[in-house]
């Protein structure tokens, strides 16, 4: 039973891996922009022939540029693309405070809009890459700019090849996510029924355990924000209040609200992390404890951990069925992690076990 498993994995990650779920939905936005179509300039930014050089010689010194977005206001989605190249950016006190490529979208008072607005963060020194994303446009966006910056400590940083065109999903996405759902579905049925895990002593435990990695994997991106939209706006204003404390012309509005989101984001990122861990931790723990229980044979645990490594990497690939997510090699590496600290906790509850029965006999 393993091996169909493994078979319908590899075609999973092939096919998705390569498949694109988006097609053009009109002409091209923006393409090799240029500085004197900014429509905000901020410190060292330079530009030629659509090569966009930002630097930050000092620390209290950062660069910035805008380009406004022409006739975005059409479309629902919007692919944007640049190559980033990095030397030298020195991270400052914050995660995002490094060379980045951002969407930023207004509303018609030229507020900006809380939501996801990063296209990738940059530190370090490395060549040349290429960045794609694609950003679902709000209802109430009445402009969007692409953004760069170098808001690190030192370094520099350098764009091009920008580009942004309107997107829409692909009529065939929905066959081919509806075909792969039923063969999992299918393979879900056979080893469910190959584990016998209605027959368990810590069935109830483990399927609740298994359930709920299953839904934090499936569950939309778009759920996720909407339950924490509002804590971002509490987040906003905690951050904007102490922002009251420094001079106005030091923590500009708009530079308090994305320091407090970006703030928000890496801490949603550490408990997405945090889940990850502990239910993998928990789930490997309690399939172990159980086959103690049980009195498999020693060959039995090395089997159980080819089978829970299987399914971290089934619950990753999984998010291609999403309209929103995609599996992310971190992750399924802090499931790793996890099932690593179960197993050092078992051997540890194990050899307990064993010095307790030998000082009792």
């Keep these: 039973m393993r091996l169909p498993a493994v078979v319908l994995l590899v075609a999973t990650l092939l096919f998705w891996g390569l498949y694109d779920r988006f097609e053009s939905a009109g002409p091209v936005l923006l393409d090799a922009p240029s ?8 410190g060292d930014c330079q530009e030629k022939d659509g090569h966009f050089v930002l630097s930050v010689p000092t620390p209290e010194k950062t660069a910035r540029l805008n380009i406004r977005v022409s006739g975005a206001t059409e479309y629902e989605r919007l692919r944007i693309s640049g190559r980033i190249k990095v030397n030298g950016v020195r991270e400052g006190k914050y995660r995002w405070s490094c060379a980045r490529l951002l969407l930023a979208q207004y509303d018609a008072k030229e ?133 009251t404390k420094q001079p106005k012309n030091k923590q500009p509005a708009l530079i308090r609200e994305l320091r407090s989101i970006d703030l928000f984001n890496d801490t949603v990122g550490t408990v997405h992390q945090a889940g990850h861990f502990l239910l993998f931790a ?70 307990a076990r064993r010095i307790f029965a030998v000082s009792k006999s």
């Excluded at 089978?307 to 999403?322: A, G, K, N, V, Y």
Aim: aromatic share 12%; glycine share 6%.
């Design 111 to 243: 507020n900006w809009l809380r939501g996801h607005h990063t296209l990738k963060a940059e530190r370090g020194t490395h060549d040349w890459e290429m960045h794609d994303n694609i950003f679902d446009l709000l209802p109430e966006m009445e402009h969007v700019d692409v953004v760069m910056q170098q808001i690190g400590l030192s370094g520099t940083a350098e764009f091009d090849q920008l580009i942004v065109e309107p997107v829409r999903l692909k009529a065939s996405f929905h066959w081919w996510r509806a075909l792969f759902s039923v063969l999992w579905l299918g393979m879900a049925v056979l080893f469910f029924r190959r584990c016998r895990l209605d027959r368990r002593k810590l069935r109830i435990l483990i399927l609740l355990n298994a359930l709920a990695i299953l839904a934090g994997a499936l569950m939309p991106e778009e759920w996720i924000e909407g339950v924490t939209d509002g804590l971002k706006g509490k987040a906003s204003v905690s951050v904007s209040n102490e922002g």
């Design 35 to 42: 500085l004197s179509g900014a429509s905000r300039i901020r």
């Design 282 to 351: 928990s789930l490997c723990f309690l399939t172990y404890i159980c086959a103690l229980l049980e009195r498999k044979h020693r060959a039995y645990f090395f089997k159980v951990a080819f089978d829970l490594l299987l399914f971290s990497c089934i619950t990753e690939s999984l998010q291609f069925l999403t309209m929103d997510r995609k599996p992310g090699v971190t992750d399924w590496l802090t499931d790793i992690y996890g099932m690593l600290a179960a197993f050092t906790l078992f051997l540890i509850v194990l050899g």
